[in-house]
């Protein structure tokens, strides 16, 4: 029974922040003296981001400071950017979920199943409960919520709507995630705090899957999905909740894992669907860092054409966490390589353990 990806939406806080901008004031505000301002200049030089988005405008020089710099130190308590997330969460999931039904083939009273993916804060009744509230869907409605499995989420996330559909041909499944990572920003000048600041930054996306065949425009049909844990890496990406927010480890040796470990994961996924990589038409990458697209181009023997969507949607968003695949996927439907025969995709998402996580799409269409 062949799955659909029919709709991808994607929502924004409303603050946007240059990436030197930030640069700037991350000089101000972390901790230490001139050798971390150097090493800010660095790595916020060579992160390939030129705007990210948050929920606060704590980082701008005339912001309001409302969670962070407010006279009590950097660093709210957990609770405070909880309640933050509970607040502005709660409208990125609901408009995801809106935009979902407003712009494609399906009523509110179609959505038979709901998942909503996130790690980056919790309450109950969650976001699920207010997207079916938003939305008018059945109280009957099926919900799952996918949590703190961290950036390659929203794969599982497509792999439980095709198993659903699977089992049940006439569901139609809504997928929402949403990541408020900046809330839990932290100030010490430790290396592995300051690249995650670099880095993340906050969105939301979404997607229905059905068995239905989208009757128009470019979709994903969904083809099949592989995940593997690699042998090194457990310690070199990790995120634990502390009294000060959740604390995100990302070693600077993650790109290097990854790279060794691609080709040992990617082969006899292709294998088994007698593929190659000159097989794939489309790259849909989870941009993790410009190191790990680097490194992975460079272990595949790629063009660094080959994740332009990744690219694009990193210098654009910066990491999302597990929303930015989808941010990925929306941009690769909008290219315009090829002519309008299928394109083999292939989606790579990365994550705590290390983990990886693929999916094999084929988008269609015109």
Not at 119 to 128: E, H, I, K, L, V
Not at 131 to 146: M, Q, W
Not at 173 to 195: A, G, K, R, Y
Not at 323 to 343: R, W
Request: overall charge negative; hydrophobic content about 35%.
């Amino acid at each position: 029974m062949s799955a659909y990806i029919h709709q991808i939406e994607k929502s924004l806080p409303e603050f946007q922040y240059r990436q030197d901008e930030l640069r700037d004031r991350m000089k101000e505000i972390v901790k230490g003296g001139e050798k971390e301002r150097r090493l800010l200049h660095y790595i916020y030089g060579r992160s390939g981001i030129d705007t990210r988005h948050s929920v606060v405008d704590d980082f701008k020089a005339d912001g309001s400071f409302r969670l962070f710099f407010n006279g009590q130190g950097a660093s709210p308590d957990t609770k405070h950017r909880n309640e933050v997330y509970i607040d502005k969460g709660r409208d990125l999931f609901t408009d995801v979920a809106q935009k979902l039904i407003k712009n494609s083939e399906f009523n509110p009273s179609d959505i038979t199943h709901l998942i909503t993916v996130s790690c980056t804060g919790f309450y109950a009744p969650g976001p699920d409960y207010d997207i079916v509230k938003s939305l008018g869907l059945s109280p009957a409605i099926e919900r799952y919520n996918l949590g703190f499995m961290g950036c390659y989420a929203v794969i599982p996330a497509l792999k439980l709507a095709k198993q659903v559909c699977s089992a049940n041909p006439d569901a139609n499944v809504m997928i929402v995630s949403v990541e408020l990572c900046t809330l839990h920003f932290q100030s010490e000048p430790v290396v592995d705090d300051l690249i995650s600041a670099s880095v993340f930054a906050d969105g939301g996306a979404g997607a229905i899957v059905s068995t239905r065949k989208p009757s128009s425009g470019r979709y994903y049909q969904i083809n099949s999905f592989a995940s593997a844990i690699t042998d090194k890496g457990e310690n070199d990406m990790a995120w634990t909740i502390g009294n000060t927010g959740f604390n995100m480890v990302l070693s600077s040796y993650v790109p290097s894992i990854l790279r060794d470990g691609i080709q040992p994961f990617l082969n006899p996924v292709l294998e088994t669907h007698g593929l190659t990589l000159d097989d794939i038409n489309l790259w849909g990458v989870h941009p993790g860092g410009r190191a790990i697209l680097d490194g992975l181009e460079k272990a595949l023997n790629l063009p660094k054409s080959a994740f332009s969507g990744s690219r694009s949607v990193l210098s654009d968003y910066g990491n999302m966490s597990s929303a930015t695949i989808l941010f990925v996927l929306k941009e690769l439907l909008n290219h315009n390589s090829g002519d309008n025969a299928p394109q083999k995709t292939l989606a790579l998402a990365f994550g705590p353990g290390l983990t990886i996580e693929s999916a094999i799409l084929t988008r269609t269409g015109s």
